[in-house]
Nanobody, 126 residues
Framework: HVQLVESGGGSVQVGGSLNLSCAAS????????VGWFRQSPGKGREGLAA???????RYADSVKDRFTISQDNTKNTLYLQMNNLKPEDTSMYYC?????????????????????RGQGTQVTVS
């Protein structure tokens, strides 16, 4: 079981940027796929971005070219740089880790339903 703690959320103006961080309790090399998803009240999970052990990244079309996922394996930390934020990006953001399936399985697109997740960090764009 991976413990994850997100930080870096907040309120930002339209067009602004935020950089989310996620501290993991173990090396991301012990996971097959790590990434980010968001969920708003009454809505399902929306997978945003994911990264494999080999550093291969994947993005949802809604955030491609605006969001960048990265990881620092020396710090067991995952990041999500978010630029050109829009009001529709307002949501609770979660990092997640799947220790059973690689990103190629596609579970990241539906918000890591079989993985571990953190408590979330709120992002508000107005």
């Amino acid at each position: 079981h991976v413990q994850l703690v997100e930080s870096g959320g907040g309120s930002v103006q339209v067009g602004g940027s935020l950089n989310l961080s996620c501290a993991a309790s173990l090396s991301t090399y012990n996971t097959y796929c790590v990434g980010w998803f968001r969920q708003s009240p009454g809505k399902g999970r929306e997978g945003l971005a994911a990264i494999d052990n080999d550093g291969h990244t994947r993005y949802a079309d809604s955030v491609k070219d605006r969001f960048t996922i990265s990881q620092d394996n020396t710090k067991n930390t995952l990041y999500l740089q978010m630029n050109n934020l829009k009001p529709e990006d307002t949501s609770m953001y979660y990092c997640a880790a799947d220790t059973r399936s690689g990103c190629g399985a596609g579970y990241w697109r539906v918000g890591f339903p079989f993985g571990s997740r953190g408590q979330g960090t709120q992002v508000t764009v107005s």
